[in-house]
């Protein structure tokens, strides 16, 4: 590694053949203690890289993902020849996560930031029934449902594809909302909002509907209101090979058959 090669720090999952690459790229390219990386190279899949961006949220050093996990969407082919030449040309794609501020039925405020999507989700057998509000505006009076979920343009190849919602470019400055498996009204599909709104959602009739909610990995049960909005202060750099940019993957994505 030249003198002027970036710093490195491997990162790996649990998994054997993520723990297998480490060593032989730590072997090759030398590796840096975290904090005084240049890159930090995540070796999983799509959870370990959120694992790891949540813990660089702080700190905005560049992610390069490797995918040696089974979903890796966010991560960028496994090779270890060449690493330094395709992190030097790589494409990089900046985030911007959710902030929630859910108020639980005891009246306590809990905070919590998501990359990928905050979901509002029933707790028991019983349907969720919820308010939702735009800007302080009751747009849905009433929405019952298994859940609802408001995702970033990053996240929304993810919990929001499954659950039918629209596949947002990284670069559009939109988030979605999206409902779960919604009963009333049937025909409601979501929406698409502008970065700047702030999303609340008011839980009806909670005490026999109850709800959690969950901002990536972190779970609050029992809420009573949830404040979603787009947190611009921080930004978060994931890199992506020269020609597989994410905005690639996601256009890539909505003309797979």
């Known amino acids: 590694m030249t003198a002027d090669a970036p710093k490195l720090a491997f990162i790996a999952s649990d998994r054997p053949e993520a723990q297998a690459a480490k060593s032989r790229l730590a072997h090759r390219y030398g590796n ?12 999983g899949g799509d959870g370990f890289m959120l694992e790891i961006l949540h813990r660089n949220l702080a700190s905005r050093r560049p992610i390069y993902g490797m995918n040696r996990g089974s979903v890796g969407f966010l991560m960028n082919d496994y090779r270890e020849e060449g690493l330094l030449e395709r ?8 985030i911007h996560p959710l902030r929630m501020t859910a108020l ?22 019983q349907t969720a029934k919820l308010r939702i509000l ?7 009076e009433e929405l ?3 859940g609802v979920l408001v995702s970033t343009p990053a996240g929304s190849t ?18 979605a909302v999206t409902p779960i498996s919604a009963f009333r009204p049937r025909r409601w599909r979501g929406a698409l909002i502008s970065h700047r709104a702030k999303v609340s959602f008011e839980i009806l009739e909670g005490d026999k509907r109850p709800v959690s909610a969950v901002a990536d990995n972190v779970e609050v049960r029992n809420v009573a209101r949830v404040d979603v909005t787009e947190d611009r202060s ?9 020609g597989r940019s994410l905005e690639e993957r996601m256009l890539a994505e909505q003309f797979s058959v």
């Open 32 to 43: 840096t203690a975290e904090d005084h990386a240049d890159v930090v190279v995540a070796l």
């Open 87 to 94: 992190i030097a040309a790589a494409e990089k794609a900046v």
């Open 104 to 125: 639980d039925r005891a009246g306590q405020t809990h905070r919590a930031l998501a990359i990928n999507d905050v979901s509002l989700l029933r707790e028991t057998r």
């Open 134 to 140: 735009i800007d302080g505006r009751p747009r849905l």
């Open 144 to 146: 019952i449902c298994d």
């Open 158 to 175: 993810a919990y929001n594809l499954s659950a039918h919602g629209p596949i947002i470019p990284i670069d559009a400055q939109v988030l």
């Open 234 to 242: 921080v930004s978060l750099s994931v890199l992506f090979d020269a």
